[in-house]
Nanobody
Framework: QVQLVESGGGLVQAGGSLRLSCAASGGTFSTYAMGWFRQAPGKEREFVGRISRSGGSAYYADSVKGRFTISRDNVKNTVYLQMNSLKPEDTAVYYC???????????????????WGQGTQVTVSS
């Protein structure tokens, strides 16, 4: 069983930055990949990005590429989402998720992930 707790959300003006954190407990953190998703009101949950178990590789949705960066600290059992050049359309609840079992769904699908945090609200004002 893995527990995930996000923090760092808030209100920011367009063009600003925020860093989200996701602290994990349970399991061995370095053995599972981590993903970030977001969900805006009335929309489906959207893939933001994913980082490998070691942190050596990450990939992103086109909508955030070049603006967001995912990193992880396997000593602190924490994954981060650095968000720069924020836009109003980035407004959403942001979730971290653990790919604990490496199932058959593709890595960008929410179904691939076994454990989820409670989410943290990010609001970008224009």
């Amino acid at each position: 069983q893995v527990q995930l707790v996000e923090s760092g959300g808030g209100l920011v003006q367009a063009g600003g930055s925020l860093r989200l954190s996701c602290a994990a407990s349970g399991g061995t953190f370095s053995t599972y990949a981590m993903g970030w998703f977001r969900q805006a009101p009335g929309k489906e949950r959207e893939f933001v990005g994913r980082i490998s178990r070691s942190g050596g590789s990450a990939y992103y949705a086109d909508s955030v590429k070049g603006r967001f960066t995912i990193s992880r600290d396997n000593v602190k059992n924490t994954v981060y989402l650095q968000m720069n050049s924020l836009k109003p359309e980035d407004t959403a609840v942001y979730y971290c998720a653990a790919d604990f079992h490496s199932g058959s769904y593709y890595p960008g699908s929410p179904r691939r992930y076994d454990y989820w945090g409670q989410g943290t609200q990010v609001t970008v004002s224009s």
